[in-house]
């Protein structure tokens, strides 16, 4: 057992179940003078600070107890088993706060694109590179010509470099293969990942991306692949959870993306959606309407599209970083949707192409400043709603007794300095299923 003790100000996430919205987006419970205790994985406790001693001796009668129920000959052995080392952290009255979700990101790749940035830094648009064959293509020719050693290589030092972020669970999509083997190979990688290393890695299969160069002139020849052929295929190997597509101008229409989904969900994929990011295509609309999990992007929604959002389940997930490197201002978005009731997630959209940042906190930060969320707002949205958009909610992103014990110990006297010291990073510890698993100047202590 791990008890996380002399907490400055501990969020806990308590509240009501499922995605948080309107002003319940906005209600971080904050306890001061507090401790967690984690055992098997899990928190098992948390609160003031007054109530640890209570803690301890009920664990110690359900101790003695246990013993007096077993038999005499096992005695010896059952005490010994339960003389359980309880390790104390003393933090020195650090804040902590339950692990971040980045809930979308695009993790297998092979290459940058650097020369890109330069590019549109002198102008160009993404649109014209992706036109010009570059762009999501290029990488696509990148990724197909790498080993899958090398992808799960490349692939897990991003994961290192999240966990030290703060990030303890994240959404991983393929879709830069764009054909059965390399689509299966991105995919590959990610079960792998998530076996080997600490972070909970949740798969998701976007073969609708782009349409590859050998379909260009048969765009229908590629969707009618995918759906007779690489959606079933995929589901037959049990490579994803999610399917996506990036519905938007110059990628592929709603009418595409929905023959695309609906024929997912009736394989049992759950859906997510790439909605309105540069055009609005009634994405959002279309998420909502088809039950999806997470739309994602949602620069361009309409009015409409906010209203079906907030009759549905479907949770908003919000991609900052990507509209600060592309150079665009959408408003205060957050602020917009957080206001019609409807759930804000937070995602890095970690990808070579638009957003090349692990950074939670970074993100945190443009949802505040950029896109008008409050740090409280931010907080939910990169942890507990986070948690809802990619299918693992209240199992992570609360620390709450039962929860996943996924905790960051931060540098920091509250969680209002994540977005406020912008650039710098307050991660001290960070706890995964009750362990340490990275410390700061140390680097990882384990995969
Ligand atoms: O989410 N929008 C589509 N996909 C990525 C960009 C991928 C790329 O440019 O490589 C995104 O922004
Ligand atoms: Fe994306």
């Given at each position: 057992m791990l008890i996380v003790d002399n907490i400055g100000e501990l969020v806990?996430?308590?509240?009501?179940?499922g995605p948080r919205r309107g002003s319940l987006q906005g209600v971080v419970r904050v306890v001061k003078n507090a401790f967690l205790a984690a055992k098997d994985g899990k928190v098992i406790a948390a609160g003031p600070r007054d109530e640890l001693p209570a803690l301890l001796s009920g664990l110690e009668r359900s101790r003695e107890q246990d013993q007096e129920e077993s038999h005499e000959e096992s005695r010896e052995k059952s005490q010994e088993e339960s003389r359980e080392e309880v390790t104390v952290l003393d933090v020195g009255g650090r804040a902590v706060v339950p692990g971040f979700v980045d809930?979308?990101?695009?993790l297998v790749f092979a290459g940058w694109r650097y020369q890109e940035y330069v590019m549109r830094c002198q102008g160009a648009t993404y649109q014209e590179i992706l036109r010009a064959g570059g762009g999501i293509l290029e990488t696509v020719r990148q990724t197909r010509r790498a080993t899958e050693e090398a992808l799960f290589h490349r692939a897990l030092s991003f994961l290192d470099e999240m966990l030290s972020l703060g990030t303890t669970s994240v959404e991983a999509k393929s879709?830069?293969?764009?054909?059965a083997e390399n689509e299966l190979k991105q995919l590959r990688v990610l079960r792998r990942l998530k076996a080997e290393h600490c972070l909970d890695v949740v798969p998701t299969f976007l073969p609708a991306h782009a349409i590859p160069p050998e379909y260009w002139r048969d765009r229908e020849g590629y969707i009618q692949e995918i759906i007779g052929s690489m959606l079933p295929l995929v589901r037959r190997e049990g490579l994803a959870r999610f399917l996506d597509v990036f519905c938007d101008e110059g990628a592929f229409t709603s009418k595409e993306a929905r023959r695309i989904l609906v024929r997912g969900k009736e394989l049992g994929y759950e859906i997510k959606l790439h909605a309105d990011?540069?055009?609005?295509?009634?994405g959002a609309e279309l998420g909502a309407s088809l039950g999806a999990v997470s739309v994602d992007h949602?620069?361009?929604?309409s009015q409409e599209g906010v209203r079906a959002l907030r009759e549905s389940d479907t949770v908003a997930v919000l991609l900052p970083a990507t509209s600060c490197f592309m150079g665009k201002d959408y408003g205060k978005l957050g602020r917009k949707l957080v206001d019609a009731g409807v759930p804000v997630a937070l995602g890095t959209?970690?990808?070579?192409?638009?957003s090349p940042t692990t950074s939670i906190p970074l993100c945190m930060t443009l949802a505040c400043s950029?896109?008008?969320?409050t740090p409280a707002e931010a907080l939910t949205a990169a942890t507990w709603n986070a948690a809802w958009a990619i299918g693992l909610g209240g199992r992570v992103g609360g620390l709450l007794?039962?929860?996943?014990a996924d905790a960051l110990i931060l540098d920091?006297?509250?969680?209002?300095e994540i977005p406020y010291?912008?650039?710098?990073?307050?991660?001290w510890k960070v706890l995964k299923k009750g362990k340490v698993v990275f410390q700061a100047n140390k680097g990882r202590v384990v995969r």
């Open positions: 806990t996430m308590e509240g009501p179940t809930a979308h990101t695009h879709g830069y293969g764009l054909d990011e540069l055009r609005n295509t009634q949602l620069c361009m929604i959209d970690f990808n070579p192409g638009t950029m896109s008008g969320l007794p039962g929860m996943q920091a006297d509250s969680y209002n010291r912008f650039g710098a990073n307050l991660v």
